[in-house]
């Protein structure tokens, strides 16, 4: 294996960011402390963090798929 340069930073997915913001939004929301809840391994947290991504898969999929849409209205697809 070869070592990683650590001058180089890993690639991440490009909509990571918007992911972990919209996990926090959830979980802000239903009245949690998101870095409290990551910490936990009970299985009421476990719930509320697979619903907080499903949370914020789904609005990815939202706004994709309105991008997809409007570029189709203005003829860029």
Same mark, same amino acid.
């Given at each position: 294996?070869?070592?990683? =340069? @650590?001058?180089?930073?890993? +690639?991440?997915?490009?909509?990571?960011?918007?992911?972990?913001?919209?996990? $926090? /939004?959830?979980?802000?929301?239903?009245?949690?402390?998101?870095?409290?809840?990551?910490?936990?391994? =009970? @299985?009421?947290?476990?719930? +509320?963090?697979?619903?907080?991504?499903?949370?914020?898969?789904?609005?990815? $999929? /939202?706004?994709?798929?309105?991008?997809?849409?409007?570029?189709?209205?203005?003829?860029?697809?």
């Amino acid at each position: 294996m070869i070592p990683r =340069d @650590p001058s180089i930073p890993p +690639l991440e997915e490009p909509q990571a960011e918007l992911e972990r913001r919209l996990i $926090t /939004e959830f979980l802000t929301a239903a009245g949690h402390d998101p870095a409290a809840l990551r910490a936990r391994t =009970d @299985p009421e947290a476990r719930d +509320l963090l697979a619903r907080a991504s499903a949370y914020a898969a789904g609005r990815l $999929t /939202e706004m994709e798929s309105r991008s997809h849409y409007v570029k189709r209205l203005r003829g860029q697809e």
